[in-house]
């Protein structure tokens, strides 16, 4: 009988044991994330940056330890540029892999979709790109913006700079907007020449008239859409804006490759608008594809290396210098808007799972609600709080223009140092 009572409590002192290491297992188990990107395809060149900003701010975490004691296991699958495959990727992530959070995507094309997915999941959907106002206006709960404000707002960037910085006798007096068919080409364009945004069933989400460009006396002489995807016909576009003869061309391209394929058209043609202003363009890739032709050219962004934001990153103190810094020590170049809004991203769910003390969506969504513009998340695109659409509360986008071999963050002037001159009217091809 002894024996027995003997060996019932061996069993039971092993099955405590056996509990102990398996729920300090548990608890070291890491915080699985899920991103779907686009790596090939067409949106491939920002895809790629998309994951280089994810992967550097999880290295950095899990250096520091993780969070609460768990590193961050990041898992990034190739959507292909494709809408059906994001949504299927974001599908899987929540029922197949079990992650504990996801980051959003990249393009307003694949984030519109995705969002309603994350919707029904009550995941927390983080978007670096997604500025559609559209995607703004469906009434989701879990949605956080992470650039400074949605598409059809950006315009105004554009011209506040040119009323504050260009003499009124040189300001443009006419321009071309020309656009792809693309969800945050469409959004820009709806607020400069002042269009309605529609809402996908039905009704109208905002009425933009008379438009920004309106605002400041700028007649819209020419206005082209070109197909969102295999357009090639670049030089018949160039010419129609060479005939139109604006003074400011308006090119809201959906990629870098667009904006590089317009201007070397309009530089063929030997189109001379006085200023040009792309949507896209920050990134290297327009620069090493354009060459001289990129001198001053003008592009809204929402990060540069020469604004001193000052973030948080595993518990401490994270500046924009150290994401410079950091970003180049582990890729060999240095980052662009492409990968800062990513890391942007992450930044803001560490933020968070610190903050409410879980990985927990509905209390990470209750967390994030509750910031403020006194005690908002802290990243390198500067301090986020947002409405109750997601959308970040009176914040505008930079305005830079290519100086040299350099990008110059050009607007707002009363905000940072190191604002640079404004080179006007842009040098003939």
Wanted: charged share 20%; hydrophobic share 40%; proline share 5%.
């Amino acid at each position: 009988m002894k024996t027995q009572r003997t060996r019932l409590a061996a069993l039971a002192a092993s099955a405590a044991i056996a509990g102990l290491l398996a729920g300090g297992a548990q608890a070291a188990d890491p915080i699985k994330i899920g991103a779907s990107l686009p790596l090939t395809g067409n949106f491939s060149v920002s895809g790629t940056k998309h994951q280089q900003g994810y992967q550097l701010c999880v290295d950095l975490i899990n250096a520091k330890g993780g969070v609460d004691g768990r590193q961050l296991e990041l898992i990034i699958s190739d959507n292909r540029s494709d809408t059906e495959t994001a949504i299927s990727q974001y599908e899987r992530f929540v029922n197949a892999d079990k992650v504990d959070i996801l980051f959003g995507t990249f393009s307003s094309k694949l984030s519109f979709p995705v969002s309603s997915v994350l919707e029904k999941y009550g995941m927390v959907h983080p978007v670096p790109a997604g500025g559609a106002l559209r995607i703004w206006s469906q009434g989701h709960k879990n949605m956080f913006y992470f650039q400074q404000d949605v598409a059809e707002l950006m315009g105004s960037s554009l011209t506040n700079m040119i009323a504050e910085r260009i003499p009124e006798d040189q300001r443009p007096k006419t321009a071309a907007l020309v656009k792809a068919d693309d969800f945050f080409a469409n959004g820009i364009a709806a607020g400069l020449a002042g269009g309605t945004v529609s809402n996908p069933g039905g009704g109208i989400v905002a009425d933009l008239a008379p438009g920004f460009l309106k605002e400041i006396g700028v007649e819209l002489v020419m206005e082209e859409t070109w197909p969102e995807e295999g357009f090639s016909d670049w030089l018949n576009l160039a010419n129609s804006i060479k005939q139109a003869n604006p003074d400011l061309v308006i090119g809201l391209t959906a990629s870098a490759e667009e904006a590089v394929q317009l201007t070397r058209a309009l530089q063929t043609v030997k189109a001379q608008p006085k200023y040009l202003f792309f949507s896209q363009g920050t990134q290297a890739e327009f620069k090493t594809g354009t060459g001289a032709a990129a001198e001053g050219v003008m592009m809204p962004t929402s990060w540069h290396p020469a604004v001193a934001f000052v973030g948080e990153l595993a518990g401490g103190t994270f500046t924009n210098g150290d994401f410079v810094a950091a970003f180049t020590e582990k890729f060999g170049i240095a980052p662009d808007e492409d990968s800062a809004i990513p890391f942007a991203v992450c930044q803001g769910m560490e933020q968070a799972m610190r903050g409410a003390g879980t990985t927990e969506n509905a209390k990470l969504s209750e967390w994030l609600h509750a910031r403020t513009k006194a005690d908002p998340v802290k990243t390198v695109l500067g301090p986020f709080s947002w409405d109750e659409r997601g959308v970040p509360e009176d914040r505008s986008v930079l305005v830079a223009q290519w100086q040299g071999d350099d990008l110059k963050f050009i607007f707002p002037t009363n905000e940072f140092a190191g604002v640079a001159p404004v080179i006007f009217p842009k040098p003939q091809w």
